[in-house]
């Protein structure tokens, strides 16, 4: 019998627990299931440490999905023999589960860790060991993200506190100025600095913000990142990135570049830069450095739709 270790959120609320404890229900239908409930990072790295072979069910999103990657680096199993991993998508974007495909609903979740394959799944990390696992953003996604934040709390419930995504894009759409940045891709210079930068985005998965797809192209297994950067800072070009960005076309607008590389360095020319990593804020630096870990993890997933 197949034996998992399901790590769940001690502080997860009322409706939470009734949808975990259907998923739980899938899963020890045809498991030998061990449930932990953690609070913090520390407390998540003492259970992937002592997992005893046991694939890893994370209930949880974007948020619990960086804590396990997180507690794996500091447990050294970052890319050495790496887990195997389910993830019941219960965050609120949930964007890497939309990557790769995964039912809304946990107990379906529960089912493809029961009965998909397994894929590598690469994670991002920076010069200060911080752990990125779906997206990290600079400029506007960054000021997004800061704005809905505290709506994200006020509006609770996860339907509603996607609504905080909304709203942070919004305000931030309309106050970005750009900014002066560098950014060096596998040693290829794809902003100089002479231009002001209105977004840029490095990215295992293809979602953010709860649903809105910056990064199409991205393949979270390929040992590559992909890499947004849109110059879009007049209005009217705000306006029609933004536009387009909501329709997934953004990237062939003359303004934007994409490209794919294994490091990514990211400078700011006349001030610090703030850095928004899978919804968490980062402390703001002259210069950061992400490199990718390929492989990772291995991950249940459904078969690839395209």
Not at 272 to 295: C, H, I, K, M, Y
Request: proline residues 5%.
């Amino acid at each position: 019998m197949r034996r998992l270790l399901f790590i769940a959120n001690a502080s997860a609320g009322t409706s939470d627990k009734e949808s975990q404890d259907a998923a739980l229900a899938v899963l020890r239908a045809d498991a030998d299931v061990r449930v932990v409930e953690t609070e913090s990072v520390d407390e998540l790295t003492e259970a992937v440490s002592e997992r005893d072979g046991r694939e890893v069910v994370i209930a949880g999103g974007d948020g619990s999905l960086n804590a396990f990657v997180t507690a794996l680096c500091r447990a050294g199993d970052l890319g050495e023999d790496p887990p195997t991993v389910g993830l019941l998508p219960m965050g609120t974007g949930n964007d890497f589960a939309r990557s790769v495909d995964l039912p809304k609903d946990p107990a379906e979740a529960a089912r493809v860790v029961l009965a998909s394959p397994v894929r590598p799944v690469d994670v991002l990390i920076d010069d200060d060991d911080m752990l990125v696992a779906n997206a990290v953003h600079i400029g506007v996604g960054e000021e997004a993200g800061r704005i809905a934040a505290p709506w994200k709390e006020r509006l609770g419930k996860v339907h509603l506190g996607i609504l905080g995504y909304v709203i942070g894009g919004i305000a931030a759409g309309f106050g970005q100025q750009g900014r002066h940045l560098e950014v060096i891709a596998d040693d290829e210079v794809i902003s100089d600095g002479s231009r002001r930068v209105l977004q840029v985005a490095i990215t295992i998965g293809t979602s953010v913000g709860g649903g809105t797809e910056l990064a199409p192209d991205a393949r979270p297994g390929d040992g590559l990142a992909e890499v947004v950067v849109s110059y879009a800072v007049a209005p009217s070009r705000r306006a029609r990135y933004a536009l387009r960005l909501s329709r997934g076309t953004h990237t062939e607008l003359d303004d934007v570049v994409t490209t794919r590389a294994r490091t990514v360095t990211v400078r700011g020319l006349h001030h610090e830069v703030a850095a928004n990593s899978d919804g968490e804020e980062l402390e703001p630096a002259r210069e950061r450095t992400w490199r990718v870990v390929p492989g990772a993890y291995r991950l249940h997933s459904p078969e690839p739709t395209t």
